[in-house]
């Protein structure tokens, strides 16, 4: 150590490379010029740095001293700083407890080691040796403590593993998982010897009889030891208890049906099923029916290393033909001399349709004739089955009356509407007109309505009418149509 009143000396410092050195002053009162350090005439306590760059054949290398600067007019103070118990990785924080003569408040700093600190509080970072040091830099009275350092060592935290007991096993049972940690979440190996093999955590026999013994196992690493830990079990034949399915009934059904299958083992192992006989397909447990009749499904379970095969179980169950709804759109009535037109019909089986007429029209395919003459006709569409579909028919009746006499449309400009109509039909022509209002069967509704203007309909019953208009030119009939 030095006192503020010193001259200049030489620090004395060399390398094994022999290459030049260069000097700083890392903190303190002085200052430094080659290897001659000046003080600044202040207390404190200074660091010298001293460090060579290295080359293409040497690394760098920086070595640090330090030393106290004292005013003679100060009082001397000591640090007390008590040895510090070795530690294990993992240990708690724990608190250093030097003291200075003076009572100021000592102060810490890592020299070396895996370790940090905060204040007196030291923090375990890995295992190895650590080096503490600890200063009290003075103050108005006291010159700065010389440093005193401790050192301890941190030596490798053990491992725990923690592996399950294995129950034994038979000869048959299936590859089965190990359960194993360690504490430390490092990564473990695992190995057997005996009539086993092991891939990651998964056993799989190897259908030999014998003592099973299993190794997990931890290498270690910096900061922990190594360890492994072992359970055995026994590979012994049992004696395999006897199961029992449970099928419950299944219902007859209708042709395009699918449904599910319900069955269960008193071991509790899966159930299978299959196809007997009969118009359906299994897939899993989801039957498909593809045609009508009897169908028998079997349940079945193969048994396993504990359980025998169960008895097979069988359901019995009849597929009936499925009903085909027909739609069929409603005519409207027609006149004697109407063109032919199509008659519009589906059938929810997507079957081949067969039309049928009665009455004063014929029939070719969809498309209806009428023969000239008045009278009611009945539309029959039928679609007879098959295998799979009962047969189904829908049938529509409309009125053929006769057109009314009278000159072509065209004689008139005449505008009637809306059509159909609720509440009032309106009618519009350039020429003077008189309209008068007929069902089908000829009867007057309404007459001696004159001149273009509104047609008052709401009392009139909702269906099919013939709406008569006279002018000078003729006479035109035009259907209309009464709505709700």
Known sequence: DKVTTDGPFIV????????????????????????????????????????????????????????????????????????????????????????????????????????????????????????????????????????????????????????????????????????????????????????????????????????????????????????????????????????????????????????????????????????????????GSTVTITGTGTAIIAANQSGNGDFNPATEATQTFTVSKAEQAISLTDIDPKFTNDEPFSVTAMVDSGLELEYNVSGPASISGTTLTLDGTVGIVTVTVSQAGNENYASASLSTTFEVVERPLGVEDDLLEIKFYPNPATDFLIIESTASISVRLFDLNGKIIQQDLSQTGKIDVRNVLPGVYLLEITSDHGIVQKRIVKAN
């Open 12 to 283: 004395t410092a060399s390398t094994t490379s022999g290459l030049s050195l260069d000097y700083n002053i890392s903190s303190g009162p002085a200052s430094i010029s080659g290897p001659t350090v000046t003080l600044d005439g202040t207390s404190g306590t200074v660091v010298v740095s001293v460090s060579q760059v290295g080359n293409v054949n040497y690394n760098n290398a920086t070595e640090t001293a330090s030393f106290n600067v004292n005013d003679p007019a100060k009082m001397d103070q000591t640090i007390s700083f008590p040895a510090i118990a070795d530690k294990t990785f993992g240990d708690q924080q724990f608190n250093l407890s030097a003291t200075s003569t003076s009572g100021l408040p000592v102060t810490y700093s890592v020299v070396s080691g895996p370790v940090s600190v905060s204040g007196a509080t030291i923090s375990i970072n890995g295992a190895g040796v650590a080096t503490i040091a600890a200063n009290q830099s003075g103050d108005a009275s006291f010159n700065p403590a010389m440093e005193m350092t401790q050192s301890f060592t941190i030596g490798k935290a053990d491992q725990v593993i923690t592996i399950e007991s294995i129950a034994d096993k038979g000869l048959e049972d299936d590859p089965f998982e190990i359960s194993v940690s360690v504490d430390s979440s490092l990564p473990l190996t695992h190995e057997v010897v005996g009539p086993a093999n092991i891939s990651g955590t998964t056993i799989t026999l190897t259908g030999s009889l014998g003592l099973v013994t299993v190794t997990s196992s931890q290498a270690g690493d910096a900061n922990h030891n190594p360890v492994s830990a072992s359970t055995s079990f026994n590979v012994v034949e049992f004696a395999k208890m006897d199961q029992t399915i449970t099928f419950e009934k299944i219902q007859d059904k209708v042709f395009g049906e699918t449904f599910s299958l319900i069955a269960t083992a008193s071991s509790g192992l899966d159930i299978s099923y299959g196809v007997v006989s009969g118009p359906i397909t299994v897939v």
